[in-house]
Nanobody, 121 residues
Framework: QVQIVESGGGLVQPGGSLRLSCAAS????????MGWYRQAPGKQRDLVAS???????NYADSVQGRFTISRGNAKNTIYLQMNSLKPEDTDIYYC???????????????WGQGTQVTVSS
């Protein structure tokens, strides 16, 4: 009964910007942490950026200074602002949410369906 919905991917030229959104909904008590990962075909899924419930952030070295992760005003929503995009940022981006659930259910991890980001001229 948890849904993770992503939006905001697309095609952008090198040097451009995109903003990804992710919203978790359902029987959620609170979000322990949420983050963005990316994966190219045949490769492992790597962390891009994460944010905890207290607001602590973590970034991959490759995006430090270019990407910013933030929490939205709506509960259990995060954004990834991506600036100065490079062709090597092209990947499928996945939202991950580690959630504390209602009714005493254990903390669990959920993934979105992925959104394509393509950086090309």
């Amino acid at each position: 009964q948890v849904q993770i919905v992503e939006s905001g991917g697309g095609l952008v030229q090198p040097g451009g910007s995109l903003r990804l959104s992710c919203a978790a909904s359902g029987s959620i008590f609170s979000a322990y942490a949420m983050g963005w990962y990316r994966q190219a075909p045949g490769k492992q899924r790597d962390l891009v950026a994460s944010i905890t419930g207290s607001g602590a952030t973590n970034y991959a070295d490759s995006v430090q200074g270019r990407f910013t992760i933030s929490r939205g005003n709506a509960k259990n929503t995060i954004y990834l602002q991506m600036n100065s995009l490079k062709p090597e940022d092209t990947d499928i981006y996945y939202c991950n949410a580690v959630l504390d659930l209602t009714w005493g259910r254990p903390r669990s991890s959920y993934w979105g369906q992925g959104t394509q980001v393509t950086v090309s001229s």
